[in-house]
């Protein structure tokens, strides 16, 4: 089965905060508890092998790769630069270790720059004083509305905005006819730390099985949607499903499912579309 798992669905601070007692952070619901936000896509290839695409890094990776008994990485597709998606690049390099194989790494420019001066000891691997085990990595610059191919799946970056920072969000389509009865929730896009969504962006989400999308809190915020910001967005879409994420402790989940139309949810981490 082709299948979709919510690693995170947490804000950049994570749910429950430290330091806070408030009803969320103190919450004996499972679903309450957020780690970074991040998701993976498992599936096998036209060939039969097995592929696990992830979607960002966030500094929750070893802890969300546990859980969800990852055990290998093809690929890593990156939405943007800030830490919450970015601090766990270097817990692959157990991946490599397992697969003993490199991993591909998708991402603008903006993005591939933040990468290669965070991650020198990767990506300047020669000029390190003791020659450690670190993570390989083939990157792969790409740009939206550019599309591309990973293992039978077609995979067409999508302009978003956050705050004035442009962003990346994935739109996923089933390439090969043989992985299409292997799923009902693509055509999916993924569309993480939204405020805006640019014109040319919105004929791109059309058709879509599933939609996850960026709904932080119910106040304002310059660079996330807020809860009816995203619902608005998410009836223009007109997904037959939608999942939001990136939430704050702000966002109970029972409390806050009861109050979203009924093809709306909260996700919560370990959620998996099948």
Same mark, same amino acid.
């Given at each position: 089965m082709m299948r979709f798992e919510f690693l995170g669905t947490g804000t950049s601070a994570g749910v429950p905060a430290i330091g806070c007692e408030c009803a969320v952070c103190m919450s004996e619901d499972?679903?309450?508890?957020?780690?970074?936000?991040?998701?993976?896509?498992?599936?096998?290839?036209?060939?039969?092998k097995s592929r696990t695409i992830l979607l960002d890094a966030g500094p929750d990776l070893r802890e969300q790769a546990l859980r969800a008994k990852l055990t290998r990485c093809d690929a890593i597709l990156f939405t943007h630069n800030h830490v919450d998606h970015t601090f766990g690049l270097d817990e692959v390099r157990r991946f490599n270790a397992v697969m003993r194989a490199p991993i591909d790494l998708y991402a603008d420019g903006h993005t591939l720059d933040h990468l290669r001066r965070v991650y020198k000891h990767i990506f300047d691997r020669q000029n390190n004083v003791n020659d450690s085990f670190v993570a390989t990595l083939i990157t792969h610059q790409i740009e939206p509305d550019k599309p591309f191919d990973l293992f039978g799946l077609r995979v067409t970056p999508i302009k978003l905005l956050h705050g004035k920072l442009p962003i990346l969000g994935y739109r996923f389509d089933v390439a090969q006819p043989a992985l299409a009865s292997a799923t009902s929730a693509f055509p999916l896009a993924y569309c993480t730390d939204v405020s805006g969504i640019p014109p040319e962006t919105w004929g791109k989400l059309k058709g879509l099985r599933t939609l996850v999308l960026d709904a932080l809190r119910h106040t304002h915020h310059p660079m996330h949607f807020t809860l009816d910001q995203a619902v608005n967005a998410a009836e223009r879409i007109a997904a037959e499903q939608t999942?939001?994420? $990136?939430?704050? $402790?702000?966002l109970g989940h029972a409390a806050t499912d009861e109050t979203l139309p009924e093809t709306m949810r909260l996700g919560y981490d370990g959620l998996v579309l099948e």
């Open positions: 499972s679903r309450d508890r957020r780690l970074r936000t991040a998701g993976v896509i498992r599936f096998n290839d036209p060939a039969g999942y939001f994420i $990136h939430m704050s $402790h702000d």
